[in-house]
């Protein structure tokens, strides 16, 4: 199990750290149009005419990206934890 462990993170680590290091990124773009359609106006902001309304929605939004990357970083745990449960 270990092995086949370590044969998963030499051969998808790198491909994932890649990925979840554009996270940041893509959040802080997330919140510029929050942000910018809000100052603007916008229909999809009119919701967002009290100022806190679109900082909710992002704070939002940003709590379910980073519950999904604990998905991810998780998955090899439950696998070893199913794997030695089914001993």
Same mark, same amino acid.
């Given at each position: 199990?270990?092995?086949?462990?370590?044969?998963? #993170? !030499? %051969? =998808? @680590?790198?491909? #994932?750290? %890649?990925?979840?290091? %554009?996270?940041?990124?893509? =959040?802080?773009?997330?919140? $510029? !149009?929050?942000? *910018?359609?809000?100052?603007? @106006? #916008?229909? $999809?902001?009119?919701?967002?005419?009290?100022? @806190?309304?679109?900082?909710?929605?992002?704070?939002?939004? !940003?709590? %379910?990206?980073?519950?999904? &990357? =604990? $998905?991810?970083?998780?998955?090899?745990? &439950?696998? =070893?934890?199913?794997?030695?449960? *089914? !001993?």
């Amino acid at each position: 199990l270990a092995a086949v462990d370590a044969i998963m #993170e !030499r %051969s =998808l @680590g790198t491909r #994932e750290r %890649s990925l979840l290091a %554009s996270v940041p990124a893509l =959040l802080g773009a997330h919140f $510029e !149009r929050l942000r *910018a359609a809000q100052a603007a @106006g #916008e229909p $999809e902001a009119a919701t967002a005419t009290p100022t @806190g309304v679109w900082l909710d929605r992002f704070c939002k939004d !940003r709590q %379910s990206v980073l519950l999904a &990357e =604990l $998905e991810v970083r998780f998955q090899p745990v &439950e696998g =070893l934890l199913a794997a030695l449960r *089914a !001993r």
